[in-house]
């Protein structure tokens, strides 16, 4: 064994060149295939570890609309979830939990110093949730937390930021939203990075119910956000369908009433990571499809590595023959032979392995452009790496391994000691050609997606939005009545900084992750229209900051409550309206609000990303519902201005935590999905190429070695250095063109359903794969085409004295 | 002990058909020493890898200790190698990713000698012929005659009972293929080997205690 060892590495050491590329090829796939298990483990496994994930669910809201289509919100109206605790018995647990925004205050220093912003991952929680899911206690005892009104549960890293350790947090007070008083009962070990529950403050619900006008709590059937969550924990794990059988009765005719079609359903935790049309509370989710199509890329990365090996391998087997002939005559078996050349795949697999784990380890921070990993993902301390690495090991050395070893093992011996096998007569050529093909069809593929995504992403990038986002700069701010007297005072000083060219507040920035819409009615005493309206709330300065255009009427005039309305042309379009300035002067309203003269008609714009359909879209004032400021700036000296915006927020609002964001960073996140989509297409068809064209220089160089004496005889026939090159390179163009017409169509396919996502969307150009494809056989060209040319202009006397 | 019936040999290169050998009928005692000669070209080593198995003929019959080779299978055959048979190849074929140790170590790990014992057989034989000081080097690293002593050496080290040499020593110098002659000879009184060796020189043949002289890939009287 250890000599077998031995001889496999003297004899890998031998042919360096070969060695290099198998090592090389194969690690560089083993990397890409580590990176992205890594990725699909990370993300499959969420929430798993909860000892009783099996039996946990959420209940959410099933809605159909008018027209017919299925709404899911992960939450449900509050009435509703009172009625299913006391009609559902299915559940041993049920937990309510609201995120909401909020803002907590506590500590030692200046107010300022003292704010913690915990919007994003603070929530009212009943103590039951504890009971649902597992947390790691570190002081308190989750049997008594929660209960009453006042009361808080902290996560480690924010106990630690307030109290300067968690250890001394319990028993201390905070303030919420700079008015409510909450004692500290505990303190839990942060959630695990595999988790959608990365919760940092636990209100308990109690408080939100004890004060239900100051927290908002609506009592009615018609509204249901998506942030009021109901977690279960069903009694057993069977009870799924009688458990939804009994919520589908719930709230019926209550919803009847409001005018609704809306059903409760259950989730499974299983379920939560991977459906994105349901938002979770670290609002992370991917698409299992998504998953699949990522391992499977890295999988047929993989692949491509050993078709290399296998290529080489079968393409060396001719230099070997001899050997095997001499071993066979010796009594040399086929068992010791094939023993002998898989001792030297596991040897070059095993190099592979480690050099690939060190590439995957460099290459770890590119996972973030891929996907939304934590930085500190788990490596070389995950099991599951180990055994994934040593099932790779394994899996490449037989997939890889044993058909050039059983080649080797069967030849004929007479045939091979008189080395009259050249790689003709062994066969496999076919077999050869093929894999090559496919290679490049993997390639050629990978690189149309590519083409496309990065055409798509530049079609967004000059999309015609009809706003102008680049100079904006957004501020959140709270329409609370300790704020909101402020507004005015922030907007004046605001415009008086250098810089600054004009100041807006709505409810909402012109393209938006979020809608607010309802039934509305247009033309006096007509009934509702077949159709809802977007709104947002705006204030008289939101066309100049976003740079919105009217197409007829004005602007509305200032006002801090509903007075008048400007509608898009999209509402005017549905209703039939054809001519703009007729809608002037007609009236309309909101649900039952009251009638309201229509004053003006806005250009078309983007409601929300290219996803998604221009929205009919209609716009009022009402100062209470500003919760966004626009602040358009002047190109030079934006960090400046910026610095300048924060200093007047925080005098203005002392005890209210910055959150600002350029707008187009915002606008950014829309794509996020698909920008990383498109990076991971580029490393991939790099990779992919990179890959093919290791194994082209390999085989593309042993052809050329072994027919150095061919072409010496055919230089002193007269051949030309041209002619020659051309006799070697003929063959593999030829099979880089059959795998372009083979991947043109997959690919043409697959990226046709990747722009479907799309509402606004490039076409897919016939260039680009004729661009793809002057891309991998010009690649090709070049590799083989070295090779080639070094041979047909060695000197021809050499080569056929050394025969 | 061998029996050889109506052997033939052909090539069919397109749609002709060339004989190398043809009517070969011969049988060889076991203890026997013998020579084949002939011109080039007239089917010595062909005649020699199918006694040595290595070849197929393409009609007649051939037994083996009274057996058909043609039923034998790769294991069988296999076998026969590590306990029967020593080859002694024209163009010596040695391993060339092996050492001269190694090369010499080779048949006695297919034939899971122990290790204390391939130690003191290599030895043996490195010392019989003369290459003590050559056993590190590689077979590039050797002249011709050398590598011939090694090919020659490994055939022997397995004690096989029957020997198949071609040209053994071709390549060497007369007072040394002498020297290997008198192992043969050695070999085949002392100790009953069966040898059957390819020889273009008289001299060599005469050690022999039969010649089979070839033509045209036929036998002739
Ligand atoms: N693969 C083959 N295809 C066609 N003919 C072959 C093949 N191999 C050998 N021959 C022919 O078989 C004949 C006998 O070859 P062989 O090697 O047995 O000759 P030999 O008697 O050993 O000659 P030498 O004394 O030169 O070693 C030769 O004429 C050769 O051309
Ligand atoms: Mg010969």
């Not at chain 1, 609201?98 to 500590?107: E, F, L």
């Not at chain 2, 009184?189 to 008289?202: A, L, M, N, P």
Request: include cysteine; aromatic fraction near 10%.
């Amino acid at each position: 064994m250890i000599t077998q060892v031995a001889l496999a590495i003297r004899h890998l050491r031998k042919h360096k060149f070969y060695t290099f590329i198998n090592i090389f090829g194969l690690a560089t796939g083993i990397a890409a295939c580590l990176l992205l298990f890594r990725l699909v483990y990370f993300e499959m496994r969420f929430d798993m570890f909860h000892k009783n994930a099996d039996r946990i669910a959420r209940i959410i809201t099933e809605e159909r609309d008018p027209s017919g289509g299925l709404n899911l919100t992960s939450g449900s109206a509050l009435p509703a979830q009172d009625m299913i605790q006391n009609t559902v018995s299915h559940f041993e647990q049920f937990a309510r939990v609201r995120s909401n925004g909020m803002q907590v205050t506590a500590g030692q220093g200046t107010p300022l110093e003292r704010k913690l912003n915990a919007e994003e991952t603070a929530v009212y929680a009943e103590s039951s949730f504890f009971r649902i899911f597992d947390w790691k206690w570190l002081a308190g005892n989750p049997d008594e937390v929660l209960k009453t009104p006042g009361t808080v549960v902290l996560a480690r890293n924010i106990a630690d930021k307030l109290y300067g350790s968690w250890a001394n947090a319990v028993g201390k007070t905070l303030l919420l939203d700079n008015k409510t008083p909450l004692i500290v009962q505990g303190v839990v070990e942060n959630a695990p990075p595999n988790s959608d529950f990365q919760i940092e403050v636990f209100v308990s619900y109690e408080t939100f119910k004890a004060d239900k006008s100051l927290f908002g709590y609506n009592p009615n059937w018609g509204s249901s956000s998506s942030n009021d969550h109901v977690y279960v924990l069903l009694k057993n794990k069977l009870d799924f369908g009688a458990a939804e059988a009994l919520l589908a009765r719930v709230g019926q005719e209550e919803y009847r009433n409001t005018n609704s079609k809306k059903i409760h359903k259950l989730q499974p935790l299983s379920d939560l990571h991977f459906n994105s049309d349901l938002d979770t509370i670290s609002d992370h989710t991917i698409n299992k499809s998504r998953l699949f199509i990522l391992s499977l890329i890295g999988l047929l990365v993989l692949a491509m590595a050993c078709f290399n090996f296998i290529n080489l391998a079968t393409a060396m087997v001719v230099n070997r023959s001899k050997e095997v002939g001499v071993r066979k005559s010796l009594g040399g078996q086929r068992g010791h032979l094939i023993r002998q050349f898989m001792s030297e795949t596991v040897v070059i697999v095993t190099f592979a392995a480690i050099t690939g784990a060190l590439f995957a380890y460099l290459l770890s921070p590119l996972l973030k452009k891929i996907s939304a990993v934590p930085d500190d993902l788990p490596f070389l301390s995950n099991p599951a790496v180990w055994v994934f690495l040593l099932v790779v090991i394994v899996l490449v050395s037989v997939l890889s391994g044993l058909y050039p070893a059983f080649v080797m093992a069967r030849f004929d011996p007479v045939a091979a000691l008189k080395n009259n096998l050249n790689t003709r007569s062994i066969g496999g050529i076919s077999l050869r050609k093929l894999l090559v093909l496919a290679q490049f069809t993997i390639a050629q593929a990978l690189i149309i997606s590519t083409l496309v995504a990065l055409s798509q992403m530049n079609f967004l990038r000059n999309l015609e939005l009809g706003y102008q986002p680049e100079l904006v700069y957004n501020v959140w701010v709270s329409p609370d009545s300790a704020y909101i007297g402020k507004y005015e005072t922030f907007k004046q000083r605001l415009k008086q900084l250098p810089g600054v060219e004009s100041v807006s507040f709505s409810s909402d920035v012109p393209g938006s992750f979020n809608t607010w819409s309802g039934n509305f009615a247009f033309g006096l005493g007509s009934d509702d229209a077949p159709f809802g309206t977007s709104f947002k709330f705006i204030d008289e300065d939101y066309f100049e900051t976003y740079g919105l255009k009217l197409v007829a009427g004005r602007e509305l005039t200032q006002s801090d409550t509903v007075r008048e309305a400007v509608v898009n042309e999209t509402l005017l379009k549905r209703l039939g309206i054809n001519n703009p300035q007729e809608a002037i002067g007609k009236e309309m309203r909101i649900g039952r609000d009251n009638w309201i003269p229509v004053v003006g008609v806005a250009a078309d714009f983007k409601t929300s990303s290219a996803h998604e359909e221009t929205q009919p879209m209609s716009m009022f004032s009402r100062k209470s519902t500003y919760f966004v400021t626009g602040i358009r700036m002047d190109p030079p000296s934006m960090t400046k201005t910026v610095e300048n915006i924060k200093t007047v927020f925080e005098e203005t609002f002392p005890d209210q935590v910055f959150d600002g964001q350029y707008y187009d960073e915002y606008i950014a996140e829309f794509y996020e999905d698909e920008n990383r989509f498109s990076s991971f297409c580029q490393g991939f068809s790099l990779l992919a190429i990179l890959i093919s064209c290791l194994g082209l220089l390999g085989l593309a160089s042993l052809m050329a070695t072994q027919k150095t004496k061919e072409i010496g005889v055919r230089k002193v026939l007269g051949a030309s250095v041209a002619g020659i090159t051309g006799l070697l390179v003929k063959d593999f163009l030829k099979l880089v063109l059959v795998a372009i017409v083979i991947a043109s169509p997959l690919a043409y396919l697959f990226m046709e359903d990747w722009l479907s996502d799309f509402v606004y969307r490039t076409p897919i150009h016939w260039w680009v794969f004729l661009l793809a494809g002057l891309l991998s056989a010009g690649v090709a060209l070049l590799t083989v085409g070295f090779q080639s040319v070094r041979a047909a202009i060695a000197d021809p006397v050499k080569s056929l004295r050394s025969e | 002990m061998l029996e050889l019936k109506d052997i033939e040999r052909c090539y069919t290169n397109g749609s002709s058909k060339t004989y190398v050998l043809r009517y070969v009928t011969a049988n060889i005692q076991e203890g026997e020493f013998v020579s084949i000669m002939g011109p080039s070209g007239s089917g010595k080593s062909t005649l020699l890898h199918i006694l040595g198995m290595l070849d197929a003929p393409t009609a007649g019959a051939y037994n083996f200790l009274g057996e058909p080779v043609h039923t034998f299978n790769e294991r069988k055959r296999a076998e026969l190698y590590q306990q029967y048979i020593g080859f002694v190849f024209q163009a010596y074929h040695l391993i060339d990713d092996l050492t001269v140790y190694e090369n010499l170590e080779a048949p006695l790990m297919y034939k899971k000698v122990p290790a204390q014992e391939r130690k003191s057989r290599i030895a043996d034989m490195l010392d019989r012929f003369n290459i003590v000081a050559k056993k590190d080097l590689f077979p590039e690293q050797l002249s011709g005659g050398q590598q011939q002593l090694v090919g020659i050496a490994r055939a022997l080290i397995g004690r096989p009972k029957l020997i198949l040499a071609d040209e053994p020593t071709g390549n060497l110098q007369s007072q040394q293929a002498h020297e290997i002659m008198d192992i043969f000879q050695k070999l085949n009184r002392e100790d009953g080997v069966t040898i059957i060796q390819v020889t273009h020189s008289e001299e060599n043949a005469r050690y022999g205690n039969r010649i089979l002289n070839l033509k045209d890939g036929q036998l002739q009287a």
